[in-house]
């Protein structure tokens, strides 16, 4: 039993290597396992810390992968705040461009 555990544990950590989703189905068949048992056995070695995955029983997929940092998601954050604001900076502009050139029309033609 032990062996065939230990094979299942190098085959988890060989379908967390290639592949980034997977469905539960397909796992089963890789793992040589049922259903049960084999959401069991990943659901125990992600607790373990032996690999980073998410289950989603729903949609019937693995998701294996690391959980980004807090850093990284604010890092990112930051950097969508910022793209947004030189948009909308750049469409203050416009709206500006837009009314000064509808004044410059209205005064031509009110002459």
């Not at 060989?14 to 056995?41: H, P």
């Not at 990284?72 to 900076?89: A, C, F, G, M, P």
């Not at 000064?100 to 009110?110: F, I, P, Y």
């Amino acid at each position: 039993q032990q062996l065939k555990d230990r094979v299942a544990q190098h085959n988890v950590l060989v379908l967390g290597k290639y592949y980034s989703t997977i469905s539960m189905q397909r796992a089963c068949q890789l793992l040589q396992l049922d259903a049960e048992s084999t959401e069991t056995f990943l659901r125990d070695m992600s607790t373990d810390g032996h690999v980073s995955l998410k289950i989603d029983r729903p949609a019937g997929t693995v998701r294996f992968g690391e959980k980004p940092k807090p850093e990284t998601i604010l890092n990112d954050w930051s950097h969508n705040i910022s793209e947004l604001l030189v948009k909308l900076e750049r469409v203050g502009h416009l709206v500006n461009k837009e009314n000064m050139q509808h004044e410059a029309n209205k005064r031509t033609r009110g002459r």
